[in-house]
């Protein structure tokens, strides 16, 4: 199986060069579709696999030592495997039926940010890692300009400056860790951040701070509303499921094979969060169109997943599980709101909130659909994001300490802001008189091929709370992978496919 795992990043590759290549729109959104639910499929395969016989891994080309390039599996990186084939399928789904896909290389380059994304899940290498990061980037500058209005291209101005300026970061820290350690595969790096000295340990800092900036956390956090809603609803569905999560995918890997979850760091990850929490809930209120609400609302799910981090000391598994189950949750719930938004925008030709009046009484199941998932990001039921959220705070509570009170504390405040928020946008689009039938004729209505893949997520949010228990022994099946750093140093260095790849001081 472990020689099995490059065709997650070349089968997807050699798609995108026929995609390219085709001239004929109806093969290459099918290629955009079946892409997707290939990995999907391929990452239950995978998952099955890797919970039975731990991780897997293979060095390109059976290599040895540092110039191995190793592809590493657990149970974490197959779970996310997965989901993110489920985000990329539905945003694509959406993108064929709102016409996005009538320019040639659209279906291209989103099977390119795939790409980018399998290779990030599935490196155990950090330079290789920044590669991959790289691939994601690049057909993403395109996807954010395909369009080419104004405000998309400054927005898609802003979002090259920043992930450039970020990338380099990155590249820096991981030269200096090469530099300091004397090698950058994960393998050979677990621990290294307890035991490697101050130099290690600034190094990885470094990375640490390009992966935040990445996954929009507080302070660095404004650039992400600024540039997301700017772009169409699919791509900023793709990059709220895919870009985001890539980044706290890999903080979470970090911290757990390298740092070994040191509890020295709670205090700088419990600061951060609990700010984050508060502005992504709040700031919301203040912005003027749907999909900068939500872009907040993204923001301000970013800590829920990152705060476990800091309550993992004797209580590994609950908490890295629960900050997992919350990152599914908020790939799904965040990918509907973005995707029925995108479908009232396509209708009625705007998401501003002062052009948007009385949708509940002509378009119900558009309205249906949307309040769903915003109950599910508020945390009520029958929706996932009320397993996210008792589970994050049952596993915050554990520790019994007053920096846990303060957290849960913190979370129902942000999930009371979460609440105004979703009750603002609700009273402004939804409520309300009708909207001039000049303008918009009483017989328009969101057609239902638009709906659609939103109202897809919505049902898997309310499968994920209906199947809460096989949901949960599966993110305790990935955060066990996680936690088990001997067994993916042992993967990654002593595989037989792998080869032996050294590193140290």
């Known amino acids: 199986m472990d020689v099995m795992l490059p065709l997650f990043v070349g089968v997807p590759l050699t798609v995108v060069a026929i995609a390219a290549m085709v001239p004929w729109r109806s093969v290459r959104d099918a290629l955009a579709l079946l892409t997707p639910i290939g990995t999907a499929i391929a990452g239950v395969f995978l998952f099955q696999h890797v919970a039975t016989h731990g991780t897997i891994a293979h060095a390109v080309g059976l290599y040895e030592g540092a110039v191995a390039i190793p592809f590493v599996a657990d149970a974490f990186s197959a779970v996310m495997i997965v989901a993110t084939s489920i985000v990329a399928f539905c945003a694509n789904w959406f993108a064929i039926v709102a016409g996005e896909t009538r320019a040639r290389f659209y279906s291209a380059l989103s099977l390119m940010l795939l790409t980018g994304v399998m290779g990030a899940l599935l490196t155990g290498d950090l330079f290789n890692f920044f590669v991959f990061i790289e691939v994601m980037l690049l057909p993403s500058y395109g996807l954010l300009a395909m369009t080419g209005t104004w405000a998309r291209l400054s927005a898609g101005r802003t979002f090259v400056l920043v992930n450039l300026a970020t990338s380099t970061l990155l590249l820096i820290g991981v030269a200096v860790l090469y530099g300091t350690f004397g090698a950058v595969n994960l393998g050979a ?269 919505v049902l898997m949010s309310f499968a994920m709370f209906i199947l809460a228990g096989p949901l949960l022994d599966t993110v305790r099946t990935a955060a066990e992978g996680l936690v088990d750093g001997n067994s993916y140093q042992e993967a990654v260095l002593h595989n037989p496919s792998a080869g032996a790849v050294e590193g140290g001081h």
């Open 189 to 457: 790096l677990t621990g290294a951040g307890v035991t490697g000295g101050r130099p290690t340990q600034i190094a990885l800092g470094i990375v640490l701070v390009a992966l935040a900036v990445k996954a929009g956390l507080f302070p660095v956090h404004t650039w992400l509303p600024r540039t997301y809603p700017s772009t169409s609803a699919s791509v900023m569905a793709l990059f709220s499921g895919l870009h985001t999560k890539v980044a706290i995918y890999m903080i979470f890997r970090i911290y757990a094979v390298v740092f070994d979850l040191d509890p020295r760091w709670s205090w700088l990850i419990i600061t951060i969060s609990l700010v984050t929490m508060i502005v992504g809930a709040f700031a919301g209120l203040g912005e003027n169109s749907m999909r900068r609400v939500l872009a907040y609302q993204m923001v301000g799910g970013m800590p829920f997943i990152l705060v476990m981090l800091a309550f993992s000391s004797g209580n590994e598994v609950a908490a890295l599980a629960a900050g997992i189950l919350y990152m599914l949750h908020h790939m799904i719930t965040l990918g509907a709101l973005i995707l029925t938004t995108g479908a009232i925008e396509e209708t009625y030709g705007t998401d501003l909130l002062s052009k948007l009046s009385g949708i509940a009484k002509r378009d119900r199941w558009v309205a249906a659909i949307f309040a769903a998932g915003a109950f599910s990001v508020v945390g009520f039921p029958p929706f996932s994001g009320m397993w996210g959220k008792v589970f994050v705070v049952l596993g915050i509570a554990q520790a019994g300490t007053w920096q846990a009170w303060l957290v849960i504390t913190v979370v129902v405040l942000a999930s009371f802001g979460a609440f105004l928020a979703m009750m603002r946008l609700w009273r402004e689009v939804f409520w309300g008189p009708g909207m001039n039938p000049q303008r918009i004729p009483s017989s328009m209505r969101v057609p239902w091929w638009r709906i659609a893949p939103g109202a897809v997520m």
